[in-house]
């Protein structure tokens, strides 16, 4: 009796010790879910403060919060344009922010249409009389151009600022394809389609050159004039034209030659910086470390200073990321997903759709089931406007085609009219290690498509019949919806990518502007005035959980500032680079249809930080080299 009195008496202490962890773990779980919400009590006289650590996006992307909490690695920061600018207009008319400021230490980027967005609201603050102010460790290109709209452009002393523009190299697999007996079988129309050359190609094809040099050569352009008319006293020819005998000028000092150039205002730590912030804005009342100044973060300002929705509903879908099959996003753009929000809104007596398009495009019949959704919206006799933001090119084109009218902006980037799709097949491969395939055949077609023994002449055919009724589908839907005969739009057409003030030129673009003029004009058209509408996105409900899983997974933890150098921005496009080969082998590996995707367009920003940061999706890459050699 007394051994058995012992082991109750334990099973009793175990059950008491599991319940007090419980009860601890449910506290502190009701605590971070009350302490994660952002509350308008945390909105302060001062600066509004934007520590933007991550990247600008159209649509914030979804967490997963079992592969967050498993891998310990806080997702990457997102901040949706849309978020920053509607932040910023209300600092310019809120008494309470007396300047506004934004720290780029470890900024990641943005698409080129977005950051010239909040640079123009940069410019409404500075009008109000309030100042702006940045700090940054390192500057490139992205961050710059925000910079250039600042009043006052800080550097750390021990960091640099380059400029290096638009372009650079990318990946071309043909030689390495050809050496693994591969066979990359490529179906494709469109001259200019230069999506699938890395499979087939070791360089860059000539077409594809001068589709690269004018599109490029324009986005640079447009940078340079915005950058420019923003911060006259920069020496941009200095910067980009003598790079290496303008930093030798400083005896290598890359501090002192951003402060030489113009690029930057004044060399200073980031509690020189906070001090300086501190006499404008006041001292942080709550925090007496060095450095602090009153602020106001992003999060408390948008509940605070949330739009109200008078009259009638403007609805706005957003179309942002890879288009594929399924109910994937947000951040990227599920076909079922995106068809289902605009059917439920079918209900909702909107007075206007409009589409906002950030996408490259993809698959076709993802990008077909979304436009069948916008038409059915169409079908209701209310305006339907296309917003088209950094890129809405290929299936991004696509989907609109359905619209009266198309905004653009001159950086936008837009077409790539083409088709096409990649399947590997190992005949070759087979045959070397010795395996032989055989069998009974009753038509042409028996046992087709084989990947082991290869495709017969008739699969070729039909394949590439496939892919050109595809590419004819794609300039009927232009034609129609441009008021152009098919043979124009075949010749504006085939794969090519166009910037967007050369895309209004030729047609595929009716005005420019950013989403808010899209808006205005949508109401417009549904002969609504001003204060008799407000705009509802579709599907926009913020996640609930998402500060909550940031809190589990970085707890506490200060923001690093390491690897922001110069040196750390070579590193982070190093890392880039095994992402893009990542991407590459799962677009030839990996289970896709028929493509209406530009690979032309630029690495999104988000996708180039994900690598970057060698997120999860990068993991893998040399399993996928194994599977092409093994397979």
């Known amino acids: 009796m007394s051994f058995a009195r012992k082991v109750w008496h334990l099973v009793v202490a175990v059950k008491d010790g599991l319940s007090l962890v419980f009860l601890l773990l449910f506290f502190s779980l009701v605590y971070l879910v009350l ?46 344009a849309r978020d920053l600018v509607q932040a910023l207009e209300s600092a310019a008319s809120d008494d309470r922010i007396k300047t506004v400021v934004l720290d780029l230490t470890t900024f990641m980027g943005g698409g080129q249409v977005h950051l010239q967005a909040i640079g123009e609201a940069l410019d409404r603050v500075r009008a109000a009389k309030k100042p702006v102010l940045t700090y940054a460790v390192g500057y490139s290109d992205d961050g710059m151009m925000l910079a250039s709209h600042a009043s006052e452009v800080w550097l750390d002393p021990l960091g640099g600022a380059m400029i290096a523009g638009p372009g650079g190299t990318r990946l071309y697999y043909g030689e390495l394809i050809d050496n693994l007996n591969v066979n990359a079988r490529v179906y494709k129309v469109g001259t200019y389609k230069s999506a699938v050359e890395p499979y087939f190609r070791s360089d860059m094809s000539p077409e594809a050159r001068e589709n690269y040099e004018s599109l490029y050569g324009a986005l640079w352009e447009e940078w340079q004039a915005n950058v420019k008319k923003a911060r006259p006293q920069l020496k941009m020819d200095l910067v980009t034209k003598s790079p290496a005998e303008w930093v030798s000028a400083s005896n290598g000092n890359l501090s002192q030659a951003a402060l030489a150039a113009g690029l930057v205002d004044k060399l200073g730590t980031r509690v020189e910086f906070g001090q300086r912030v501190a006499e404008i804005a006041g001292e942080d009342k709550l925090d007496n470390a060095p450095g602090t100044f009153a602020h106001t973060d992003l999060e408390p300002w948008l509940v605070e200073t949330r739009p109200e929705t008078p009259g009638k509903a403007i609805g706005v879908v957003t179309i ?49 089931e979304i436009r069948q959704a916008i038409l059915r919206h169409k079908a209701k006799k209310i305006p339907v406007v296309v917003s088209m933001a950094n890129v809405a090119a290929s299936g991004g084109y696509w989907v609109s085609t359905p619209a009266d009218r198309i905004f653009a902006e001159p ?221």
């Not at 947000?330 to 068809?339: H, K, L, Q, V």
């Open 411 to 631: 950086e936008t980037i837009t077409g790539s009219i083409g088709i096409f799709a990649v399947i590997p097949t190992f005949e070759k491969a087979a045959a070397e290690w010795g395996i032989k395939a055989d069998g009974v055949r009753t038509t042409a077609l028996s046992g087709q498509p084989d990947l082991i023994a290869g495709f017969t002449p008739e699969v070729d055919s039909i394949l590439q019949s496939s892919i050109e009724d595809g590419y004819r589908q794609f300039l009927k839907r232009v034609s129609e919806s441009r008021k152009m005969s098919t043979e124009q739009v075949d010749r504006i057409g085939q794969g090519r990518v166009w910037d967007g003030g050369t895309a209004r030129q030729i047609g595929l673009v009716d005005q420019y502007g950013g989403v808010e003029d899209a808006i205005v004009w949508a109401a417009s058209q549904a002969k609504l005035k001003t204060g008799d509408w407000h705009v509802e996105y579709l599907g926009a409900d913020a996640d609930p959980y998402e500060s909550l899983i940031r809190s589990l997974v970085i707890g506490d933890k200060e923001r690093t500032t390491s690897g922001r150098d110069l040196f750390g921005m070579v590193a982070a496009r190093e890392q880039a680079m095994t992402g893009q080969l990542a991407g590459d082998l799962n677009r030839l590996l990996g289970t896709r249809g028929a493509q209406v995707y530009c690979l032309e367009c630029p690495v999104s920003p988000r996708a180039q930080a994900v690598a970057a940061n060698g997120d999860n999706s990068a993991h893998g890459w040399l399993a996928k080299i194994a599977a092409l050699v093994l397979r």
């Open 320 to 368: 942002a990321g890879e288009i594929v099959d399924g109910d994937a996003g947000p951040g990227t753009a599920g076909g079922e997903r995106i068809a289902d929000l605009l059917d439920d809104a079918l209900d909702d007596d909107l007075a206007g759709l409009v589409v906002r398009v950030d996408s490259p495009g993809g698959s076709v019949m993802a990008s077909e």
């Open 35 to 80: 302490t994660a919400r952002p509350s308008p009590a945390a909105v302060h006289d001062g600066a509004l403060l934007l520590e933007l650590d991550g990247v600008v996006v159209e649509e914030k992307s979804a967490i997963d919060p079992i592969a967050a909490l498993l891998s310990q690695q806080a997702p990457i920061g997102e901040y949706q």
